[in-house]
């Protein structure tokens, strides 16, 4: 989640406007989603493998993955991103229980639009009062 806030945090106090801000943010969330969406399972093959050779499949971190998919799909999944996961977290999640590139695009889009504009919004209307907190 605190990955999520500084880009609403860093628009306020590098003086963007509200709108910037939140497309800014979007466009951040958007990248990792699109780059691990259509070349994640390159990566993952890839690179990861090679970088950390096979890993136990059934970690407790995946347990609990395993636990959200099951709990709210992927629409709870995505929408769940921002606060639980990081966006590359969710995306992995979403692409490797089978959802469709298309399906993982649209739904984190969707949570990006709601959790940016919200947390801006947020930020931009108590302003002092947030920059504050970050700032001790």
Same mark, same amino acid.
């Given at each position: 989640?605190?990955?999520?806030?500084?880009?609403?945090?860093?628009?306020?106090?590098?003086?963007?406007?509200?709108?910037?801000?939140?497309?800014?943010?979007?466009?951040?969330?958007?990248?990792?989603?699109? *780059?691990?969406?259509? &070349?994640?399972?390159?990566?993952?093959?890839?690179? #990861?493998?090679?970088? !950390? @050779? %096979?890993? =136990?499949?059934?970690?407790?971190?995946?347990?609990?993955?395993?636990?959200?998919?099951?709990?709210?799909?992927?629409?709870?999944?995505?929408? *769940?991103?921002?606060? &639980?996961?990081?966006?590359?977290?969710?995306?992995? #999640?979403?692409?490797? !229980? @089978? %959802?469709? =590139?298309?399906?993982?695009?649209?739904?984190?889009?969707?949570?990006?639009?709601?959790?940016?504009?919200?947390?801006?919004?947020?930020?931009?209307?108590?302003?002092?009062?947030?920059?504050?907190?970050?700032?001790?």
């Amino acid at each position: 989640m605190l990955k999520f806030i500084f880009g609403p945090t860093l628009g306020y106090a590098g003086g963007f406007s509200l709108l910037s801000t939140i497309l800014i943010t979007i466009v951040g969330m958007m990248c990792s989603v699109l *780059l691990f969406t259509f &070349l994640g399972k390159i990566l993952r093959e890839k690179v #990861l493998v090679k970088l !950390f @050779g %096979s890993r =136990k499949k059934f970690t407790k971190r995946n347990r609990r993955f395993v636990a959200i998919w099951k709990k709210y799909g992927l629409p709870g999944v995505a929408f *769940l991103t921002p606060l &639980l996961l990081t966006p590359i977290g969710g995306t992995l #999640l979403l692409a490797s !229980f @089978g %959802s469709s =590139k298309r399906e993982i695009v649209i739904s984190m889009f969707l949570s990006a639009v709601f959790w940016s504009s919200f947390f801006s919004i947020l930020i931009y209307t108590l302003g002092p009062e947030v920059m504050s907190i970050f700032s001790r």
